[in-house]
């Protein structure tokens, strides 16, 4: 990308003795004793993880320091993006099951958005964290005024206030504007600065309502320049960048524009502004890799998750606060936080392998969904992100039919990817069903292509 300060492999390499260092030297700080849970509504309730249980994790969860307001903020981070839900609605028994988990094994900090689960996350956030005592969780929530309609001073105002009825709280710690650069840069300054919002929001926190003022990026690189070259008038205190080690150097490749997470994470670490991570493993994407990577990985690290190594290649970087996990089952939250508890940063021959891994997972054929769903509901049915997610699945694992038809195994691989697709994706839901109203480009973070995707995988199931 022009005027992109990218660090290159070497570089990240040559960085990565002096944060090794620092990482390691860092301060474990250990949570008080979590003091009895209290239930504040019987809607959703279940009984709080029993103290006691997970609370050996709890002693050894590495922490950072917010060095603006001085935080203690658990290095993994509870994302209530990709909640567990029973017959589409939120679980909220299961969610409250995981954040007791989540609670006293350490983790303080939960995000959440007034969009996420069709505008339910902030609500079941609320009710799962008010069962403790304030201080023992912060809470992140989001300007995502993304329609047209809510791009007004009044508009934006009100669901600012909605995120505090919604949550049950009177104070935000981490507040964002939500997906800057998304939709290109006009539509940045309309979302944001020409309506006065950034303003209007920087007041809130001198008045403590906000304790934390940050933003999140995905989209036209501009808009986070126009922020980072605005920070000595608007003092940012964290911004949340999509970054782990295939975005670190391919960023710009796979998400149709977007700055590499290098570019991001040094122009934010020379204004001193620390990041929070989403997208830790980018939707899943590196929880799962090829078989010959999986085995690479556990040849060094037997005992270790191949979903840990993303977290610990991103724990290794002493500008990051905090890193953010879509957890949406309880195995999740238990494997996450054995890995953050402590932290075991990446030694160089380790960070090396991940550079060799993604400059190989950057050819792949897959499609680069990190199944956020900002693209749904669509119109017609189509289960975008889970039309995606079967297919990249099956080019990871090496079913996915070859490019040649007339290849030895193609009739036989053909089958078994079809019959999968048609026992996995209900009919209404295929892409079939896509008619090209191209009504989610707008919405992807990512820029993916999705009705010539779509197009696609009609074509390879036919």
Not at 25 to 53: H, N, Q
Not at 386 to 406: C, E, H, I, M, S
Not at 434 to 458: D, W, Y
């Amino acid at each position: 990308m022009t005027n992109q300060k990218s660090f290159n492999r070497r570089e990240f390499l040559k960085r990565l003795g002096v944060a090794a260092a620092s990482t390691a030297a860092m301060t474990v700080i250990p949570l008080d004793a979590l003091g009895k849970a209290y239930p504040l509504s019987r809607r959703g309730a279940s009984t709080p993880f029993p103290f006691g249980e997970g609370r050996g994790e709890a002693s050894k969860m590495t922490y950072r320091r917010n060095r603006h307001s001085g935080d203690e903020v658990s290095i993994l981070g509870f994302g209530m993006m990709r909640l567990p839900s029973r017959e589409r609605r939120i679980d909220q028994d299961e969610v409250n099951r995981m954040v007791d988990y989540a609670i006293a094994s350490g983790v303080n900090y939960f995000d959440t958005a007034p969009v996420y689960h069709g505008g339910r996350s902030e609500e079941a956030t609320g009710i799962a964290l008010r069962r403790y005592p304030r201080e023992k969780w912060m809470v992140a929530t989001k300007l995502s005024n993304f329609g047209r309609d809510d791009w007004t001073a009044e508009r934006s105002k009100a669901m600012y206030e909605r995120s505090f009825v919604k949550l049950g709280v009177d104070v935000i710690d981490y507040y964002l504007l939500h997906s800057v650069g998304q939709g290109g840069f006009d539509t940045f300054k309309a979302r944001f600065v020409d309506n006065g919002m950034i303003d209007f929001l920087v007041e809130e926190r001198r008045k403590g309502r906000i304790r934390n003022l940050g933003f999140s990026y995905h989209g036209d690189q501009r808009a986070y320049d126009w922020l980072m070259e605005h920070n000595d008038q608007y003092h940012w205190d964290f911004c949340q960048i999509q970054m782990n080690y295939l975005d670190w150097d391919y960023g710009h490749q796979l998400n149709g524009g977007n700055a590499d997470a290098s570019y991001l994470y040094a122009e934010a670490e020379k204004r001193g502004v620390q990041v929070v991570i989403m997208e830790s493993l980018r939707g899943g994407q590196l929880a799962k890799l090829p078989k010959a990577f999986e085995e690479q990985l556990r040849a060094q690290r037997p005992d270790d998750s191949i979903a840990s190594w993303a977290f610990r290649y991103l724990g290794t970087q002493p500008n990051v606060l905090t890193c953010l996990s879509g957890m949406s089952r309880m195995e999740h939250v238990q494997d996450n936080v054995k890995t953050c508890s402590p932290i075991d940063p990446l030694t160089t021959a380790e960070a090396k392998t991940l550079s060799d891994i993604a400059a190989a997972l950057a050819t792949y054929r897959t499609i680069p969904c990190t199944t956020c769903a900002y693209c749904m509901p669509c119109p017609y049915g189509v289960d975008i992100p889970g039309n995606f997610k079967y297919y990249n699945t099956a080019v990871n694992d090496g079913t996915l039919p070859p490019v040649d038809t007339k290849a030895k195994d193609y009739k036989k691989k053909h089958k078994a990817y079809v019959d999968g697709y048609r026992r996995t994706i209900p009919k209404q839901a295929r892409a079939s069903q896509c008619i090209g109203c191209e009504q989610c480009l707008s919405k992807c973070p990512q820029h993916i292509p999705i009705p010539e995707n779509m197009a696609k995988l009609v074509e390879l199931i036919s």
